[in-house]
């Protein structure tokens, strides 16, 4: 069996698995890791592998002490990355700006050329950077390739990527829609037209990746005409702790009249604020419970959140003439039943209409929860993001 490693790197955190990119996106990873807290005081690593969870408690200062500790458990268990057969790394970069669109293999070259991509995404990139350096390091035999969120939407249609800003100012501070999930919303929008059993290029379809962070996307033909997310990951769709669009006059507000600083606001909106801000959670397991309790609150951001999805979807339906499918994907989109009916209730004379039992049956692969009769069909398609970069990677790495 040959396998590929995939690192998610974040500022405080890595995530990684081992990955079988052959394997069926429900099936549980060879081994899959999480080193936390880097650089706080306390630390801790866990490791499932072979249906056992190990947990480490140790302090981990930088991300290299984190991933050189985590590589060590999994040898340990013999089930580390030079021990199996992995063929590549496959890193989560989420900035590619405009220079990348497709998976690159990764050289001194293109890390500074991350490296360059910094300010558009001042808070990853760098934690990126952290995790393609050190684990080149560890294993510097193996191909290791880059796969970008925003690489799916780069060549998304001027009228959807342009912001109506002065043009000059735009170009200057690099200001677009770059949209991001974009590893997502490819692999699930590349699954519809086999559920479809229709060719690729003539199907046109909405994914709705709905988890802790949400977007959504309109493709035609495979190539999307636009998404929900913009120049950074807070815009579009009300979000676990995100607001999603609001008024960007709001922000002068609450710097002129509200006494906050630049710094405040962007906590504020980035972590603060979407269904969180409204309810105190931001899961929709809690939120659930909640409504469950009467709690006003609760109910108010639920509306709100919907509210917002269904003007998306609209707008797309537009935006497509003729929609295909729609897919749900990611946490709240693969589990949540209410969300999946309240997003597309009442839609019946557009052709959109949802099988409530099909709606609730469970299942670990894509299914149809429309009705036979639905002239859209709608599906819930499991998205597996570390999945898709191990296919991506494998797949450069033996070109
Ligand atoms: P993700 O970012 O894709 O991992 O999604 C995480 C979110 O999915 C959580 O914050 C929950 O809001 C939601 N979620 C996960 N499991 C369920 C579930 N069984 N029912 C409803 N929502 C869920």
Redesign the pocket.
Known sequence: MTYALVINSGSSSVKFQIVDPTADAAAEPFASGLVEQIGEPSGRITIKHAGDKHVVQQPVPNHTVGLEAAMKILDSLGAGPTQVDVSAVGHRVVHGGMVFSHPELINDQVVEMIRDLIPLAPLHNPANIDGIEVARKLLPDLPHVAVFDTGFFRDLPPSSAIYAINAEVATENQIRRYGFHGTSHEFVSGQVPALLDMPAGSVNQIVL?????ASASAVRGGDPIDTSMGMTPLAGLVM?TRCGDIDPGIIFHLARNGGMSIDEIDNLLNRKSG?KGLSGV???????RLIDEDNDDAALAYDVYIHQLRRVIGSYMIALGRVDAISF?????????A?RRDALAGLQHYGIKIDPERNETRSDGARLISTDDSTTRVFVVP?NEELAIAQKATALAKQ
Do not use: Q
């Not at 990746?209 to 962070?213: A, E, Q, V």
């Not at 994907?329 to 039943?337: K, L, R, S, W």
């Open positions: 990746h709905l988890g802790n962070g676990g269904v931001n899961d929709f397991r809690d939120l659930h994907t990611a946490g709240v989109g693969e589990n949540d039943v969300t998205t």
